[in-house]
């Protein structure tokens, strides 16, 4: 079997674990803010991984440390706060796993990465899903992918306080090589959709800002969603989810700034089940106009770019060698994903970095973006 580089690498150190399992980094070509809107998302899981490694140990305390962490010891499974709230992630998923009755012996785990950290690509999923997937191989469980993915979630609600949807964890466990996950997030069930670009490649650019305000921003959207769909729901008795929604209904909601959300949302629900067919005719043009249409909507009725973001993708709509551009994930900074001609992009990128440096004074960095499969596992023998 060919494994990720970095768990390569980890092989050949010579290192040894009793457990090491991996989740990857995604991207979202369609469908952003729709997961708990449960509308249907097109994630994608890419190069770059998380893994997880765990050995029993026989200290009476839980070890954890990682590549940009020191060792943090955990007697009890509880919420910690300061240094070592990265932690919060992976003890999230051990109170879920204790919750089913399970005990969980002394351990040590160690985290490595090459996830680029703060840039929208999910790598908190990555890490509370590479580490469900490790523990529940250590423990000899047998959850399924989805099931983890949804304990990873619960993690993330309750440990570290961000109201995320199913996404980040489905694709970061389950995604495939070369393929693009469709998921409905209303049934949760997902549909691998091939695709792949001839003269085309999707990159990735990291503005480089992360702005501290994103979690509670988050929330605030995901409240204003449910706002909104309940006053629609109290006068259109037929209304179960945003997915029979029409912008006629939305008239009913008197707050500017909802109806703006639920508008995106509907408007979005509508676009990605058009980039389902777009992808599935290989019509590559449509999917980059669809993309663009994504990202007017965040930022002008869903509010979530920052200028940064905006910058770049307004430099890179007015190029010919680009079909679509947009902020992705969930937003205030992190990464604009675009669909850009292979062989004239290279033209344009260095005039793009001169500008973002000269305007914000950032170095904007970029990745070519490999679709590549989601996760796995390897069991070493005890030593
Ligand atoms: C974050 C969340 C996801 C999703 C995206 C926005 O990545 O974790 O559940 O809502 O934002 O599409």
Same mark, same amino acid.
């Given at each position: 079997m060919k494994y990720p580089s970095l768990v390569s690498d980890v092989l050949n150190s *010579? @290192? $040894?674990?009793d457990v090491l399992a991996w989740a990857s980094a995604r991207i979202n070509l369609l469908g952003e803010h729709i997961d708990y809107n449960h509308g249907f998302v097109l994630p994608a899981s890419i190069q770059f991984k998380t893994i997880s490694g765990i050995k029993f140990n026989n200290k009476n305390e839980f070890r954890f440390s990682s590549d940009h962490h020191p060792i943090v010891s955990i007697e009890q499974i509880q919420k910690q706060s300061g240094d070592k709230a990265w932690v919060n992630y992976l003890l999230g998923v051990m109170d879920k796993f204790s919750q089913h009755g399970i005990a969980i012996p002394f351990f040590d785990c160690t985290i490595l990465s090459n996830i680029p950290i703060g840039a929208g690509l999910s790598s908190s999923a990555a890490l509370s899903c590479s580490f469900a997937l490790a523990l529940q191989n250590f423990l000899g469980l047998n959850f399924s992918l989805e099931e983890l993915a949804k304990i990873a979630q619960w993690s993330e609600h309750e440990y570290a306080g961000v109201k995320c949807g199913l996404m980040d964890q489905t694709a970061s466990l389950r995604g495939k090589a070369s393929h693009v996950l469709v998921m409905d !997030? $209303? =049934? *949760?069930e997902v549909e691998y959709v091939p695709i792949q670009f001839l003269k085309e490649k999707l990159v990735l650019l990291d503005s480089g800002v992360k702005h501290m305000l994103d979690n509670s921003a988050y929330n605030k959207r995901r409240q204003s969603c449910e706002e909104g769909l309940s006053i629609i729901k109290s006068q259109f008795t037929n209304v179960h989810s945003f997915r029979e929604v029409s912008l006629e209904m939305i008239q009913v909601i008197q707050n500017e700034e909802i109806k703006r959300r639920c508008q995106y949302v509907i408007q979005e629900i509508e676009r990605t089940q058009l980039a389902v067919s777009v992808i599935k005719s290989k019509n590559i043009k449509a999917l980059g106009s669809l993309m663009n249409a994504t990202h007017h909507g965040l930022s002008k009725?869903? @509010? +979530? %770019? !920052?200028k940064e973001i905006d910058f770049i993708v307004e430099e890179l709509q007015k =190029? %010919? %060698? +680009?079909l679509g551009a947009r902020m992705m994930g969930a937003g205030f900074g992190g990464c604009v994903l675009a669909l850009v001609n292979t062989s004239e992009f290279d033209r344009i990128l260095p005039n793009l970095v001169e500008n973002y440096n000269k305007t914000f004074a950032i170095n904007l960095k970029h990745y070519e973006v490999t679709i590549d499969d989601a996760s796995g596992c390897i069991l070493q023998p005890i030593v």
């Open positions: *010579n @290192e $040894l674990f !997030c $209303l =049934s *949760n009725l869903y @509010e +979530v %770019s !920052c =190029s %010919s %060698s +680009v």
